[in-house]
């Protein structure tokens, strides 16, 4: 099997690429474009969509492979086929072969199907390193149909009383789920600049993606439905905003706390992520020897995989590993922080 280390990114030695890491690096798979998972690095592997978003954000890496999905490609001494993750357009798996074994990564995903992202797909794969930001087993989402659903009458609910219903959501990704189910509802929304910028690129790529709604315009915000990132809700902008109602769009609204800790009237549980039984669905799907978790409640989904009687280390838990050198015999290592969702 392949070597694997984590130290602020995903590093397999014996083939000198890194996979989703922090900070600059000489050689790196990047999954997708969300902002903890993209850097400036020396060489890059990425989908075509990702290399777009990449280069609006941080601007393009000294030299790219960008490859199409489905489509094995050699690169220096292995073999990479890239594979839709189903989290964001353009989100891409890495399924890795070598002499020494095969390795599927999935970087973020979900096997349910989004509005505004390619779907899942899975081969099986020795080892599989898969990321478990919602792996506790009360992280189990309703159908996306039926959240999206509840915001829409959300929507509806906050006009007919004469405000403004102002929806929180990522500006790459969840906005554009957001922005696809307004639409087909048939109300005007309004968008925020950084959700544009990225939903410009998503038209470029996509010429069928909805085009119906209108730049930020606070004198204009009557009957309109806000689509803005989290970040900026305490912006002057938004503050200068009068009798708005505020939905947040996340997984976390599963916790009884999330719509408190936001500061929101509603928070709803849509996820770009895939929820507990997703996860356990996806390794039965791939059929691995070893399951390898980051990010998230990696070392308790571990846990509960090996009560299944699979062999499954979290990368970035309490049950840290050292497998640079033989990935057969385990020693502890202290545990490292993983990323946020």
């Not at 599927?104 to 898969?130: N, Q, V």
Request: with cysteine; net charge negative.
């Amino acid at each position: 099997m392949l070597p694997v280390i984590f130290q602020r990114g995903v590093h397999l030695p014996s083939l000198d690429l890194w996979l989703d890491p922090h900070g600059s690096r000489p050689f790196a798979f990047v999954s997708h474009a969300h902002s903890d998972h993209t850097g400036k690095h020396g060489e890059t592997i990425l989908s075509h969509p990702t290399s777009l978003f990449m280069r609006e954000r941080i601007g393009k890496s000294r030299a790219e492979h960008v490859l199409d999905f489905h489509t094995p490609t050699a690169i220096r001494d292995f073999k990479i086929t890239l594979l839709p993750a189903g989290h964001i357009l353009g989100s891409a798996q890495s399924f890795i072969e070598t002499e020494t074994g095969s390795l599927l990564y999935t970087g973020d995903f979900k096997l349910r199907r989004s509005l505004a992202a390619e779907p899942t797909a899975w081969c099986h794969a020795e080892t599989l390193i898969m990321e478990t930001t919602f792996g506790l087993p009360k992280y189990r989402f309703p159908p996306n149909a039926e959240v999206l659903g509840q915001m829409v009458a959300f929507c509806h609910e906050t006009l007919a009383d004469g405000a403004v219903p102002v929806l929180l959501g990522y500006s790459l990704g969840k906005a554009q789920e957001i922005l696809c189910a307004l639409c087909a509802a048939g109300l005007v929304p309004m968008l925020h600049g950084a959700v544009e910028k990225m939903t410009a690129i998503y038209q470029q790529l996509q010429p069928d993606f909805p085009a119906n709604f209108l730049s930020f315009d606070a004198n204009e915000v009557q009957g309109k439905v806000l689509i803005v990132p989290p970040n900026v809700m305490r912006s002057p902008m938004m503050n200068s905003l009068k009798n708005t109602r505020v939905a947040a769009l996340t997984g976390w609204a599963i916790d009884s706390s999330a719509r408190y800790r936001m500061q929101c009237d509603l928070a709803l549980p849509l996820s770009d992520h895939a929820d507990y039984d997703d996860l356990i669905r996806y390794v039965e799907l791939v059929q691995p020897q070893r399951v390898l978790t980051l990010h998230g409640f990696a070392a308790q989904f571990a846990r509960d995989l090996r009560a299944r009687g699979i062999e499954a280390w979290s990368l970035t838990g309490n049950d840290q590993l050292d497998l640079a050198f033989d990935s057969t015999q385990f020693r502890p290592r202290p545990p490292q922080g993983g990323d946020q969702a």
